[in-house]
């Protein structure tokens, strides 16, 4: 019985660390974009104050 909690626990923790991968790949992404945007809303407002 021991053998399975501890299979469990394991799993538990691998899925819960490959989540957080997940999310701090998807967060990277996001800020890249955002980053993206950022300069091209600066280049829209150089362009429109000259």
Known sequence: ???YLII???VAW???CLYLAV?????RGV????AAV???VREYQQ???D
């Open 14 to 16: 691998l899925a819960i």
């Open 8 to 10: 469990a626990y394991i």
């Open 1 to 3: 019985m021991q053998t």
């Open 38 to 40: 950022e300069e091209l």
């Open 23 to 27: 999310l701090a790949m998807r967060l």
């Open 31 to 34: 800020r890249t974009e955002l």
């Open 47 to 49: 362009e429109k104050e």
